[in-house]
């Protein structure tokens, strides 16, 4: 299991926030769907290439009449329910009569879907490009229907890259896929086109940089409906005079310019001609704030960008603000004016630390002046700082009041002298805070005052320096606390203040390097909620007498919840991923 992560502000289920954070988001391998073979693929080309009105009508053949007889509207909604390659590829092959049904202007097509690599590939692997105009003819007969529209991986998966010999296949007798065999033939005025009529409300184009040009620009900004614009995976730069046509979009509501991460895979053979650091925004865009509906804006990746203008309040409807993995240096004084913020995601922003700490001098007797003003975010619910340079927990945090999710992940907090009494002061006005993420800061113990935080239900405390003796018996008066992660800390005990939690469901104790188990365990095997206890090291090793009580520890639990997979434990030797799903101990 991987190490426990905070997500965004749903609670449901505690299982949920230790999965990993997005980091470089790998691209999916291409896997075929649909029919295989090469002749599969020919049925599939034909089927958009020939027109509606000139294929043989056939017999409807199925063999329920009460299907036969139903209306147009009701067959509508059954096909529905089909998957939307079921509904586009198999459904026009039964009889004339579904044929028919599918080939309209329905709200079957409400929603397109089109994964370049999908549609490219057969069951064999084999290459058979995806026709601009075959496409562009299939949406426009269906085009007064939809409303959204998806395009993904345009651009060559890195993982589907092969070295060829010289005849062409690989080592393994497979085809070899190289970047001179495009995936389709569309270009960017193929894309305008395309999008030329339709009256879109939702737009993501993930993974499609190559079709991503200017005329592209120019066919968006011409969607007067649009509300979602998603750009994922972005490998070029966003020359202002491509991006300003988005401007005049003035119903959009959620924005999203993220850039492609390089792979450690990447090298100047398969990358484009800008690199990575010059890839999307070269700073912020003064006419995105013509925008004035947006309530959603996600800019992640983008290197280039350093800062913010102040008068990004002219943003007034923002909600959720997005700028991970840039290069921010600061944020502007007036942020704390966005008053309809509710998430703010910063993370990866290195170089931030020094915006978030006090001036260094202030007039005597006068309150030390931040260079920021938070008191402003009433409705903030969710805060990313993880990996922003930050030394202490900043204590204008405490102006925060409604803050339910905190992710410090990655900072160095632990280092300065006097830290847990700056993390006290910080977070315990904090009445509403439900999850903590606190890993990997170096710290060596918690302040006694986390007592405070009554309404926390998740504690992740991974990777950090936590001895016992760092962990108040204080710890053991939280009311609500769910799941608490610590994983990779100095334990040489299960502490006993944890049987103190009668909320607790899931406790992460794995790869504390000298942690034994020297007494019985059933002050957490009582727990009433327990569902998960992750245990065990890949460095180290078990004596005979950890052995003993971790056996009956595992008894007790499977006597009390026969049908529970509660204890997972990990041996020396074995991969993370050995263990996840190991039998309980019993």
């Given at each position: 299991m991987g190490l426990p992560r905070l997500p965004p502000p749903d609670y449901g289920s505690p299982s949920e926030a230790f999965q990993p954070a997005r980091r470089n988001c790998k691209l999916r391998k291409c896997s075929a769907g649909g029919w295989g073979g090469q002749a599969g693929w020919h049925k599939r080309n034909a089927l958009l290439s020939a027109p509606d009105d000139l294929c043989e009508e056939q017999p409807c053949q199925t063999s329920s009449a009460g299907?036969?007889?139903?209306?147009?509207?009701?067959?509508?909604?059954?096909?529905?329910?089909?998957?939307?390659?079921?509904?586009?590829?198999?459904?026009?092959?039964?009889?004339?009569?579904?044929?028919d049904v599918v080939s309209q202007p329905t709200s079957l097509w409400t929603h397109l879907d089109l994964d370049f690599a999908s549609?490219?590939?057969?069951?064999?692997?084999?290459?058979?490009?995806?026709?601009?105009?075959?496409?562009?003819?299939?949406?426009?007969?269906?085009?007064?229907?939809?409303?959204?529209?998806?395009?993904?991986?345009?651009?060559?998966?890195?993982?589907?890259?092969?070295?060829?010999?010289?005849?062409?296949?690989?080592?393994?007798?497979?085809?070899?896929?190289?970047?001179?065999?495009?995936?389709?033939?569309?270009?960017?005025?193929?894309?305008?086109?395309?999008?030329?009529?339709?009256?879109?409300?939702?737009?993501?184009?993930?993974?499609?940089?190559?079709?991503?040009?200017?005329?592209?620009?120019?066919?968006?900004?011409?969607?007067?409906?649009?509300?979602?614009?998603?750009?994922k995976g972005i490998?070029?730069?966003?020359?202002?005079?491509?991006?300003?046509?988005?401007?005049?979009?003035?119903?959009?509501?959620?924005?999203?310019?993220?850039?492609?991460?390089?792979?450690?895979?990447?090298?100047?053979?398969?990358?484009?001609?800008?690199?990575?650091?010059?890839?999307?925004l070269p700073e912020f865009p003064d006419g995105m704030l013509k925008l004035r509906n947006l309530t959603h804006l996600t800019l992640s990746c983008h290197y280039a960008l350093t800062s913010l203008p102040s008068t990004i309040t002219k943003l007034n409807k923002l909600q959720v603000l997005n700028l991970d993995f840039c290069t921010l240096e600061n944020l502007p004084a007036s942020l704390g004016n966005l008053t309809a913020l509710t998430t703010l995601d910063v993370e990866g922003n290195l170089f931030l630390g020094d915006a978030f700490r006090q001036l260094p001098s202030t007039p005597p007797g006068m309150p030390p002046i931040s260079p920021l003003n938070l008191s402003g975010l009433s409705s903030l619910r969710y805060l990313n700082l993880n990996a922003c340079g930050l030394t202490q927990i900043p204590e204008m945090l405490s102006e925060l009041h409604g803050l339910e999710t905190l992710d410090l992940?990655?900072?160095?907090?632990?280092?300065?002298?006097?830290?847990?009494?700056?993390?006290?002061?910080?977070?315990?006005?904090?009445?509403r805070l439900q999850c903590l993420n606190v890993a990997q800061c170096r710290l060596s113990h918690l302040p006694a005052i986390v007592e405070r935080l009554s309404g926390l239900r998740i504690l992740d405390l991974t990777n950090n320096r936590i001895t016992n003796e760092g962990l108040p018996a204080s710890l053991a008066r939280l009311p609500h606390l769910k799941a608490i992660g610590l994983k990779k800390n100095r334990l040489t005990s299960v502490p006993r203040l944890l049987g103190g939690l009668r909320s607790l469901q899931e406790l992460y104790l794995e790869d504390n390097e000298d942690l034994q188990v020297g007494e019985g365990l059933d002050f957490i095997a009582q727990l009433p909620a327990l569902r998960m206890v992750m245990m065990g090291k890949t460095q180290g090793s078990w004596n005979s007498r950890s052995l003993h009580f971790m056996t009956d520890f595992g008894l007790r639990l499977h006597t009390r919840h026969p049908a529970r997979h509660i204890l997972r434990i990990s041996f020396p030797g074995q991969a993370p991923d050995e263990h996840d799903d190991a039998p309980m101990l019993s």
């Open positions: 299907m036969h007889s139903l209306p147009p509207d009701l067959l509508i909604q059954v096909f529905s329910q089909l998957d939307p390659g079921a509904r586009r590829l198999l459904l026009p092959l039964v009889c004339q009569q579904w044929r549609e490219a590939f057969d069951d064999n692997g084999q290459l058979a490009q995806v026709k601009q105009e075959q496409i562009i003819a299939w949406v426009h007969q269906r085009g007064s229907a939809v409303r959204s529209l998806r395009l993904q991986g345009s651009y060559q998966p890195l993982e589907l890259r092969e070295i060829s010999d010289e005849d062409g296949a690989s080592s393994d007798g497979a085809v070899s896929m190289t970047a001179s065999q495009p995936l389709h033939d569309f270009t960017g005025m193929g894309l305008a086109r395309l999008l030329l009529g339709l009256r879109l409300e939702e737009l993501v184009l993930e993974r499609c940089s190559d079709i991503l040009q200017a005329s592209a620009f120019v066919a968006i900004a011409s969607l007067s409906n649009l509300k979602v614009l998603n750009l490998r070029s730069q966003l020359h202002p005079s491509q991006s300003e046509a988005l401007w005049g979009l003035g119903h959009l509501e959620e924005l999203v310019l993220d850039c492609d991460q390089p792979q450690e895979s990447d090298d100047a053979a398969v990358l484009p001609q800008h690199t990575a650091d010059s890839w999307g992940e990655d900072n160095e907090l632990g280092l300065e002298d006097g830290s847990a009494a700056v993390m006290g002061r910080s977070l315990t006005s904090l009445s």
